[in-house]
């Protein structure tokens, strides 16, 4: 989070989807996702603006509103014929989501007989088109609207990869955003570290800020190796080592294997990632702007028409910073009144780029390094065009930028991306790093980096992985819920 000047920035995610999830975790903390959070519903979800033809003149943007009714109306109203497409289309993903919380996402993959289950076998024919088949050619097979396919292809985004990459499975992703809707948590994301946070010292957990693992401590001989401890630095400089007979990095993958452990202790050495896809790298644009900006919903995305020259350009063999760029923009500020002061809004802009930390890092008020302000720049002046706001620029009164280097450095990201490695199918499930060391025993792994995969649902998630393997536990689906519920801060 960055606070200037009274603007209030989240600079992580900001998209409160799988609400089961969230609420599934909280329960197993006893307590509820509606007792730790001030929920609101977005209606619009979200707005789409495209890439106009006319240069001067921004084409009418794209509203899709909340209710499987509403969007299917205007998913008619853009192709007739498409609301009954529509209509098995979510219920498919509705169900191949179904599918994924009961046998996929929270499974360790510990026991083979996890996926030989009666109901994953009775439903091979329909999961394996969706596990061999792009999702651009799912949805390209059913929907013509350029808007439409973009619409439901756009999620793959989210998951570190592009719609011909990503397995049609992801589908699911819709059944996310336009029939459970989307939320957001009031006080944004940083309120909802600030609940989980509050809960685990309530536990009497000691959270060590400022500080960071230098080494990863083992011992025995190659192939019998146990964690034993870490290493660490505190904010003054001073060394600590911590000893411990369980260790679990939440950090990234890469710079767990490759850095905090010796080579002999190894699951996934650096050869091993020359081999991975990553995901996207991002240049955020944080904005604070006098005045209203009612052209925005809470979440806008701007799309360019020539997609596929877009993704060429992030994850093609000669990558470079995509002109124009397909742009995310959040602005909280339309249902939050606390993330900005009186008569201004609050804008985080996300401008998707190639995972390289060359590209630079930003900073305060156009003190980045070139290439990461030139697009910021440009991401300002798209939104001022497409949105319809010619004077954006001139009410800008706060800006700060960050790049790829910044992610490398502030998270230690492998290749300075945002997202970890790609949600192609060969990185996804079981096929994803799982949560446990093969070489070393007690070390474990949460996060985006490695299983289930990226997103704040995800990385709860990988936290109950760990959980069960620190258990034995080898069960497919969520871990039962502990009852009664014990009364909670919020509750009282």
């Not at 003190?367 to 697009?375: F, I, K, L, N, S």
Request: contains cysteine; aromatic residues 8%.
């Amino acid at each position: 989070m960055l606070e200037r000047d009274g603007f209030r920035f989240d600079t992580g995610p900001s998209w409160y989807l799988m609400p089961r999830v969230f609420d599934h975790f909280f329960r197993l903390l006893g307590t509820s996702a509606e007792e730790q959070l001030d929920l609101r519903t977005l209606d619009p979800g979200y707005r789409v603006f495209r890439e106009p033809e006319d240069p001067l003149q921004p084409d009418p943007p794209v509203t899709v509103p909340f209710g499987t009714a509403k969007v299917a109306e205007t998913f008619e109203a853009l192709e007739p014929g498409s609301a009954s497409v529509l209509a098995d289309y979510l219920a498919s993903a509705a169900h191949a989501t179904d599918m994924a919380e009961k046998h996929f996402l929270y499974n360790p993959f510990t026991r083979a007989r996890s996926l030989t289950g009666r109901e994953v076998l009775r439903d091979l024919p329909r999961l394996v088109p969706l596990l061999t088949r792009s999702l651009e050619r799912h949805v390209a097979g059913r929907f013509r609207h350029p808007v439409l396919r973009q619409i439901l292809g756009y999620p793959a985004v989210f998951l570190g990869t592009d719609p011909a990459r990503a397995p049609a499975m992801y589908h699911l992703m819709s059944a996310l955003d336009l029939d459970e809707g989307v939320q957001y948590p009031m006080g944004g994301f940083g309120e909802l570290v600030t609940r989980i946070e509050r809960l685990a010292e309530a536990q009497g957990v000691e959270i060590v800020r400022d500080a960071e693992v230098t080494r990863i401590i083992t011992t025995g001989a190659q192939g019998r190796k146990r964690v034993t401890g870490v290493h660490w630095r505190d904010g003054d400089g001073a060394e600590h080592r911590e000893t411990s007979d369980v260790v679990v990095s939440a950090a990234d993958l890469h710079h767990t294997e490759t850095v905090l452990l010796h080579p002999e202790a190894q699951s996934y050495p650096e050869s091993w990632w020359e081999r991975r896809v990553s995901g996207p790298g991002a240049v955020i644009v944080l904005l604070g702007v006098s005045g209203a900006l009612p052209e925005l919903s809470h979440h806008s995305l701007l799309f360019t028409r020539d997609w596929k020259e877009n993704f060429s350009a992030i994850f093609g063999e000669d990558p470079r910073i995509p002109d124009p760029a397909s742009i995310y923009v959040c602005r909280p500020s339309a249902t939050d009144a606390g993330v900005a002061p009186a008569g201004h809004e609050n804008l985080f802009v996300l401008v998707p780029v190639p995972a390289e930390p060359a590209l630079g890092s930003g900073g305060a008020d156009g003190a980045g390094d070139p290439a990461v302000e030139r697009a910021a720049d440009a991401a300002i002046d798209q939104i001022a065009r497409w949105a319809g706001i010619p004077d954006l620029r001139e009410r800008v009164v706060v800006r700060h930028t960050l790049g790829p280097a910044d992610f490398a450095r502030d998270y230690h990201s492998w290749r300075g991306g945002m997202l970890g490695p790609a949600h192609t199918l060969r990185q996804s499930a079981f096929l994803r790093p799982q949560n446990q060391s093969k070489r070393v025993a007690g070390l474990y792994y949460a996060g985006a980096t490695t299983a289930p995969g990226v997103g704040v649902p995800m990385c709860l998630i990988s936290a109950e992985l760990v959980l069960k393997r620190i258990r034995g536990d080898h069960s497919a689906g969520p871990t039962a819920v502990p009852t009664p519920a014990r009364t909670t801060e919020r509750s009282r």
